[in-house]
């Protein structure tokens, strides 16, 4: 084993707890923002998947090594979705981070968008010294080169506020505090996931019709952790080609290039420039590359296609609605005013008798032709005679009726007349005049009243 690994390897064994660090850092938001916060999953038209490799400090054995995948997409017009694994070795250290996403964007005025993400996450660590070199052990997992595992579930939120170009963010990756336990017979070595914060904003401003720039900042803290910054600003042209520089506290500095192929693929290099020290000075700097494939025609635009195709039914099915509302009032307006006129009719049916015998016979057919025409509106809107013997204004008077003249052996049932506003108590419905007045006529001679009425 090289001596700089065994001194890692005994100081994090002789310690009682160590506090970790957060996720590894790397440069794939200057492409793909997602990667700073769950809130932007489906914020994009199509699926979109993104694949990272990190080198860092190259030239350092043991230096860490990071390896990112990513996918989101939208699911429905204000609802995205993604998934995240990340894998970073150092020396003889393995963290696997994976996570699921959901974001809901709420519209809260004309291209003001206030978006929200939950991320639910797992976490391996383990230590794997099976073929390390090791001189003067001091601890038993050590020398009995033991490999060590620990895994830890933990959740994240997100809140991002976007406007034309402009986007403003918080996420908290752990909103808990996890312990990864190493045992040994006489030491108990501890990793200390604290919950973590990040800060992070970015505005894409046009410059023209062919170039534009895109500067980012972004600040990460946690509890009892010094707080960690970086700039960066992308500079493209035709939004196909991009040169950028970053800035990170500590003195890093990072110059990226990339390029955009007919919007189906991206992919971004980014070298890093160390500071000088101990653990640097023979690094050959840092190198990462990202991918990005977009697949779809415009998941997005499908699914508000589908919700404008909704939106249209919606409108049709209320149209169809008021259509069907005004019709029916028409047909009640014209029962009315065939009701009116066979209450005329009747009036002048009574008034037959008292004519002279050839006026009359002429007078009665005339009413009979009336009385047929009437009989044929009627059936044309799905209306019938009905034999009414009372009528209320409250309808718990028209129940009591009911009963009442259940008790005295007459069935009688009910219909409420919106354009009179009454509750009638009908003994039977009929489809002609004639049949309505045999009826009538058989109540009258039974002592009770009743009068014919149409409805439907």
Known sequence: MKKQGIIFILLISAATMLHSQSLPLHNQYLINKYSLSPSYAGTGDLLNIFAGYRNQWAGIKGAPITRMFNITAP?????????????DQSGYFNRLYASLSYAYHLKVADEHTI??????????????????????????????????????????????????????????????????RFNSENNINEFLLRRQYLGHASYDIKIGDKFGIEPFAIVRFSEKAPLNFEFASLFKYNNQYWFGASYRKEGALALSAGLNLNNQMVLNYTYEMLAVNKLTGNSNGTHEINLGIYIGKGIKKLKKDVLAVTKTTQEDMKKLKEDTKKEQEKQKAKLEIMQQRLEELELEMANVKTMAEEDRAKKQEEIDEELLDIEKKLKEVGGQFFVVVEAFKIPENAQKSIELWALKGLEVKMIYNEVREFYYIYVGKYATYNDAQKVKATLKENGIFGWIYLWK
């Open 115 to 180: 978006s929200f993400g939950l991320a639910a996450k797992i976490f391996e660590h383990s230590i794997d010294i099976t073929n390390a070199i090791i001189e003067n052990p001091l601890d038993p997992i050590l020398q009995n080169r033991i490999t060590q595992n620990e895994t830890v579930l933990n959740a994240g939120a997100s809140l991002l506020y976007q406007f034309k170009g402009l986007n403003v963010g918080f996420y908290s990756p752990y909103l808990l505090n996890n312990k990864s």
């Open 75 to 87: 699911l429905w017009p204000n609802v995205g979705v993604g998934g995240e694994i990340i894998s």
